[in-house]
T-cell receptor, first 116, second 113 residues
């Protein structure tokens, strides 16, 4: 199946700093990518939808100035958590949908963010 | 309208048994219903998916049963194995065809040897 890669898989950052997480589709062109957040033992919560070359669409309650999303190419989307705080510590997961893949969505392996 | 309700929250099954997880949705415009398997610390992996024009889909030990009139669908894992122990999420595709997935709450499955 299609492969979606996330990097880094784990990151620790200091409170107040920014951290960037990359999401790449390795063997298909992803016209749309999605960013989710998952707390332990909970379901995935959609944060935003990004389409290549356009601004991301954020879900209600998600601060777009805090969670910057860029989808500069058909294979790469990035999520930057700005001015991170301990409450931003979470598992961040991206998914990607290809232009010819119908509704099939493939997920990355996730990135653990710990803010200390 | 946009919710997907999943049950049970947790499930314990003996090895070789059948695991059944149920989901219900409200929005009849949903047109794609995938199931994902997630191991601790990993991203969800697509297991099997179905569209509303089909009542059942089987792939190996995994079967989705779909009841359009009841707005319910379920995952059946036949001959459950300890390696199937994971969290399972059902989902439904956003009817606007944006590709957004609305997830159920998840079911933690434990298969005892």
């Amino acid at each position: 199946g299609a492969v979606v890669s996330q990097h880094p898989s784990r990151v620790i950052c200091k409170s107040g700093t920014s951290v960037k997480i990359e999401c790449r589709s390795l063997d298909f062109q992803a016209t749309t990518m999605f960013w989710y957040r998952q707390f332990p033992k909970q379901s995935l919560m959609l944060m935003a939808t990004s389409n290549e070359g356009s601004k991301a669409t954020y879900e209600q309650g998600v601060e777009k100035d805090k969670f910057l999303i860029n989808h500069a190419s058909l294979t790469l989307s990035t999520l930057t958590v700005t001015s991170a705080h301990p409450e931003d510590s979470s598992f961040y997961i991206c998914s990607a949908r290809g232009s010819g893949a119908g509704n099939t969505i493939y997920f990355g392996e996730g990135s653990w963010l710990t803010v200390v | 309208q946009q919710q997907v309700k999943q049950s049970p929250q947790s499930l314990i099954v003996q090895k070789g048994g059948i695991s059944i997880i149920n989901c219900a949705y409200e929005n009849t415009a949903f047109d794609y219903f995938p199931w994902y398997q997630q191991f601790p610390g990993k991203g969800p992996a697509l297991l099997i998916a179905i569209r509303p024009d089909v009542s059942e889909k089987k792939e190996g030990r995994f079967t989705i049963s779909f009841n359009k009139s009841a707005k319910q669908f379920s995952l059946h894992i036949m001959d459950s194995q300890p390696g199937d122990s994971a969290t399972y999420f059902c989902a439904a595709s956003d009817p606007g065809n944006t590709g957004k997935l609305i997830f159920g709450q998840g079911t933690t499955l434990q298969v005892k040897p």
